[in-house]
């Protein structure tokens, strides 16, 4: 059967649980050979790859702190040398250290800026270095990069603006070469980092049109979207699956 990703390699960071695990599995379903980056779960992402290919797709796993430029130039070197150049770009890691401003730390702050920020950036460096025409770069944001609905997540939410913001730009930079940039903003969605059923999930529920968490896999097809030829004119586009969370 002749699948949309067939032939692509693509790199998923923080693959081996939550969403990014979700469109590992979506996008091996769709023919692409997929590098699932780890960085604290060995096992997690071990039986994510057995799992893909027990589904009869292709999928390896990689360890790499995104939040360290070196690991993430070894990860690029290792994928190509395992699997090939790298087509699809998800940069999914990221992390939320809540805190309000007169109690945030100095180390909180550059745990968030490290992994979701410059962890990206010299990702997508990397990847614009070495991707093809038909290239894709998928930012994972948050309906949090587009405002602050709570106290306690200043960082965490100036990372996702500017996520959003550096994927416009990028999008103009990597436009000639005919890769396109985007940015997928998901709203709460259901997963270790944030259980439908935490402390914080009524609220977030009651702030979302649809009155519920999303599932990682929602997330998982929106960014399958974006990856395929058919989105090959959408760049530098931040596209919501929020439930109406910014309705
Ligand atoms: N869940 C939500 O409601 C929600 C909403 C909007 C946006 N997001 C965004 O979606 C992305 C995924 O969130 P999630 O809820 O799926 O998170 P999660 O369940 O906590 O999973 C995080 C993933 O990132 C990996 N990771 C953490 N630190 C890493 C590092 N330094 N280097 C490489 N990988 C690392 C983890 O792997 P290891 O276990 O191996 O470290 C894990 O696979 C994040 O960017 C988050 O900001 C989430």
Same mark, same amino acid.
């Not at 903003?185 to 649809?210: C, F, H, M, R, W």
């Not at 998982?220 to 439930?243: C, W």
């Given at each position: ?6 032939? =692509? ?15 590992? %599995?979506?996008? *091996? ?7 699932? /980056? ?8 071990? =039986?994510?790859?057995? &799992? ?5 797709? &292709? ?17 690029? /070197?290792?994928?190509? =040398? ?28 550059? =745990? %968030? ?63 000639? &070469? ?15 980092? /944030?259980?439908?059923?935490?402390? %914080? ?29 058919? *989105? ?16």
């Amino acid at each position: 059967m002749n699948q949309p990703l067939s032939n =692509k390699v693509a790199l998923v960071t923080g693959g081996s649980r939550g969403i990014g695990a979700a469109i590992c %599995q979506k996008l *091996a379903s769709h023919g692409a050979h997929v590098v699932v /980056n780890y960085a604290s779960s060995p096992d997690a992402a071990k =039986k994510l790859v057995e &799992q893909i290919v027990t589904d009869g797709g &292709q999928a390896i796993a990689i360890k790499a702190d995104m939040s360290d430029p070196a690991q993430v130039i070894s990860l690029f /070197n290792e994928a190509e =040398k395992s699997l090939g150049k790298v087509s699809i770009l998800v940069n999914n890691a990221g992390t939320a250290v809540p805190g309000s401003l007169a109690e945030i730390t100095d180390e909180d702050f550059d =745990k %968030q800026i490290n992994l979701n920020v410059r962890g990206v950036f010299v990702a997508s460096r990397e990847a614009a270095r070495r991707m093809e025409s038909g290239g894709r770069i998928i930012n994972i944001g948050s309906s949090l990069g587009e405002a602050v609905p709570m106290p306690g997540l200043s960082i965490y939410c100036a990372t996702k603006f500017t996520i959003a913001g550096l994927t416009r730009g990028w999008a103009r930079d990597l436009g000639p &070469q005919k890769i396109t940039v985007n940015c997928v903003e998901p709203g709460p969605i259901d997963t270790e980092s /944030n259980p439908a059923d935490g402390p %914080q999930a009524n609220y977030q529920k009651a702030v979302t049109a649809l009155g519920r968490y999303g599932k990682p896999e929602e997330v998982a097809s929106l960014v399958a979207y974006v990856a395929s030829p058919e *989105a090959s004119n959408i760049t530098g586009a931040t596209l919501r699956v929020d439930g109406g969370w910014g309705a």
